[in-house]
């Protein structure tokens, strides 16, 4: 199976290089639209090849998507915390209230009830 894994990862290394390979060219990435970009007599452009602005959409994307997935199981991990706060409690007040009963007890008597 790790070998299938590595079969895997070699072909995604070997098709994103030859990705990169064919789009080496630059390209001229405007950060604003020509309109907007007149109305405040700024021009942003940026001269990068190709494959970098592939892989970075790329990256964004799934940096987003994971920063979404995290807020959206928000909601999961709060209900998860405030459960076992709750068993925590009820461990503790299993605990008292079983030292309770065995108050005045003989020791061996509360030890041997408490196993059961």
């Known amino acids: 199976m790790r070998y299938i894994r590595y079969a895997c990862i070699a072909v995604f290394a070997v ?56 807020m959206r199981e928000y909601a999961v991990r709060a209900e998860n915390a405030r459960n076992a706060r709750e068993v925590r409690r009820l461990e503790r007040e299993v605990k008292r209230l079983k ?11 509360a030890l041997l009830d408490e196993a059961s």
Do not use: C, S, Y
Request: aromatic share 8%; hydrophobic share 60%; glycine share 10%.
């Open 15 to 70: 098709a994103l290089i030859a990705v990169a390979l064919a789009n080496r060219g630059p390209v001229a990435l405007k950060l604003l639209p020509d309109e907007i970009a007149g109305l405040f007599a700024v021009t942003p452009t940026m001269e990068l090849p190709l494959f970098v602005v592939i892989f970075g959409g790329i990256v964004t994307g799934l940096l987003v998507g994971f920063v979404w997935e995290w």
């Open 99 to 109: 030292a309770e009963k065995h108050e005045g007890q003989d020791d061996v008597l």
